[in-house]
């Protein structure tokens, strides 16, 4: 077990980040955008993570260890270090804490809530869901879209609901580090393919989109998004003709600037996915000033805003990459700011904490 404290203020919060370290996408990149948000707002905060040696082990004893972590060892760290309000960032939540009235969720996306989802971890994630909402606990989710969706679901009703949009603090200051790119001459076009692990991810599907351009209109993609999952990715290549195959890299788990480094490398940003909470590689890329061609789906399309991002059923696939084909070879999509999402989450966290520190701890 890890406990680090960041930074020192009026109230006291503890943020579960139990796979920050472990993973370098997904939650754990929101939990550590939201300890930037605590820190500028002078609130002092403590970070709960898995311990190191737990990323050698198999998913199964970390999905097990997530549980025991969040249920038992979570509230109990929290009573230890005198916090008042412990932040559940991955869709679920103690018991106890919602109990006790000590617990923030945060919502991402409502994929667990779906009929179609029916494993284990789904079952776990809506059982959390339901006992927090049943006690009236505040909630929060990470994109207006999600807020909606919630907005219109009965069981969430007595909840109190804020906006703790997605942050992009420490991705700015990465992005700030990195040599300004030259302009691309001759060199072969690359998309970056933002995918990863989940049926909502849809690698399979991306592979077909891919296998159905002309060979003609072959270009270099790198995948970002499976780290250390790099070998079941590798599984669906024999999708994709040879062509296509030997243009295909796989990347690894990378750190942040390594991250931010593709983005910038790249001349387009694709992402495939069929149904999201938030489109943080969407936006991410238009930081970058890199057009976009994502799928059509809700989340993506409040990011329409932001220019440059073409959005595709599958069927128009080919004419949205080509539309962004032809903006980054224009080099016409200049860098988007994400100063609106970090006001945004700055000022519903300060609201939160206000009402928060406003009432007494049910126990």
């Known amino acids: 077990m890890s406990v680090g404290t960041r930074a020192i203020g009026p109230t006291r919060v503890l943020v579960f980040n139990f796979f920050a370290g472990l993973k370098q996408r997904g939650i754990p990149v929101y939990s550590r955008e939201l300890e930037a948000c605590f820190r500028r707002l002078g609130v002092c905060h403590h970070e709960l993570r898995a311990p190191a040696w737990l990323g050698r082990a198999p998913a199964i004893v970390q999905n097990l260890c997530f549980v025991l972590y969040e249920q038992i060892v979570a509230p109990l760290v929290a009573r230890r270090l005198g916090c008042q309000l412990t932040v559940y960032p991955y869709n679920s939540g103690s018991l106890l804490d919602a109990w006790a009235g000590r617990a923030v969720m945060v919502i991402h996306d409502l994929i667990p809530n779906r009929r179609d989802s029916q ?16 006690l009236g606990r505040p ?14 679901i009965e069981q969430f009703r007595r909840c109190e609901k804020y906006l703790w949009a997605n942050p992009f603090y420490a991705f700015e200051d990465a992005l700030a580090r990195q040599p300004v790119r030259r302009r691309r001459t001759t060199e072969a076009t690359t998309v970056l393919l933002c995918s990863g692990i989940g049926p909502n991810k849809d690698w399979r599907g991306a592979l077909l989109l891919l296998r159905s351009l002309p060979a003609e209109q072959a270009f270099d993609v790198r995948v970002l998004g499976f780290g250390d999952d790099v070998r079941l990715a590798q599984r669906r290549l024999g999708l994709l003709p040879d062509h296509w195959r030997t243009r295909v890299t796989l990347l690894p788990r990378l750190s942040l600037d390594e991250t931010v480094a593709e983005f910038v490398r790249s001349d387009l940003v694709w992402v495939h996915s069929r149904a999201e909470g938030f489109g943080r590689p969407v936006m991410e890329a238009r930081m970058c000033g890199r057009p976009v061609v994502a799928s059509d789906i809700g989340a993506f399309r409040q990011l329409r805003r932001f220019r440059h991002v073409y959005l595709y059923r599958d069927e128009g696939f080919a004419a949205a990459l080509e539309a962004g084909l032809a903006d980054a070879r224009a080099g016409s999509a200049h860098a988007a700011s994400a100063q609106s999402f970090n006001r945004q989450l700055e000022t519903e966290v300060a609201r939160l904490l206000a009402r928060h520190a406003s009432r007494p701890a049910a126990a």
């Open 119 to 134: 494993g284990l971890a789904a079952r776990y994630i809506t059982a959390c869901q339901a006992w927090h909402a049943r």
């Open 139 to 152: 909630v929060a989710t990470v994109s207006r879209h999600t807020l909606r969706q919630l907005s219109r």
